[in-house]
Antibody
């Protein structure tokens, strides 16, 4: 079965760029949307955006301009970049798969806590 | 953006009793060409990612116990746990996928009374 695993720095300084990678095992990236979702500590879920296996993207308007998602289907991973971070970007970041023409996310990675602090 | 509002924010139910969580969307989630409601439910336990329970508002994901059911259409939806078990203590989220940006409800915390 498909498994996702986030990786990257757990601490990022304010105004710098947050970069995370989601490694996918047990299946191909083809014909799915690959998503990032975040959850501030003790709060709810926020969709960041997703990328289709072809490379087309869709981002949350609240983050557009700061966020980019890329994909490497040959190496079975996709990535998140969020620029000019502030303390408000502190959250657990999850990667997840969304089936084509479906809207739900399954499976999810375990999540990685990223803290924005100097 | 479609706003998803869950009620209540928290809920305490006795073991074996029914738990009901509501989710209201600011726009219709029933897509006329498919006659499906673009609404899903997740369960999140502490320290874990959300787990898919229900999609198309009422279709139970494989492996999800039958005590979990989803209902509703249009703008009003309900997640029902028919007989609460200890392992059901969690936060439950609804999510719409009718349009982007995809949005979630604020969550409902379910506890044992």
């Amino acid at each position: 079965q498909v498994q996702l695993q986030e990786s990257g720095p757990g601490l990022v300084k304010p105004s710098e760029t947050l970069s995370l990678t989601c490694s996918v095992s047990g299946g191909s990236l083809s014909s799915y949307y690959w998503s990032w979702i975040r959850q501030p500590p003790g709060k709810g879920l926020e969709w960041i955006g997703y990328i289709y296996s072809s490379g087309s993207t869709n981002y949350s308007p609240s983050l557009r301009g700061r966020v980019s998602i890329s994909i490497d289907t040959s190496k079975n991973f996709f990535s998140l970049r969020l620029t000019s971070v502030t303390a408000a970007d502190t959250a657990v970041y999850y990667c997840a798969r969304r089936p084509y023409s479906r809207g739900w996310f399954d499976p999810w990675g375990q999540g990685i806590l990223v803290t924005v602090s100097s | 953006d479609i706003v998803m509002t869950q009620s209540p924010d928290s809920l305490a139910v006795s073991l074996g009793e029914r738990a009901t969580i509501n989710c209201k969307s600011s726009q219709n989630l029933l897509y006329s060409s498919t006659n499906k409601n673009y609404l899903t439910w997740y369960q999140q336990k502490p320290g874990q990612p959300p787990k898919l329970l229900i999609y198309w508002a009422s279709t139970r994901e494989s492996g999800v116990p039958e005590r979990f059911s989803g209902s509703g259409s249009g703008t009003d939806f309900t997640l029902t746990i028919s007989s609460l078990q200890t392992e059901d203590v969690a936060v439950y989220y609804c999510q719409q996928y009718y349009s982007t940006p995809i949005t979630f409800g604020q969550g409902t915390r379910l506890e044992i009374k």
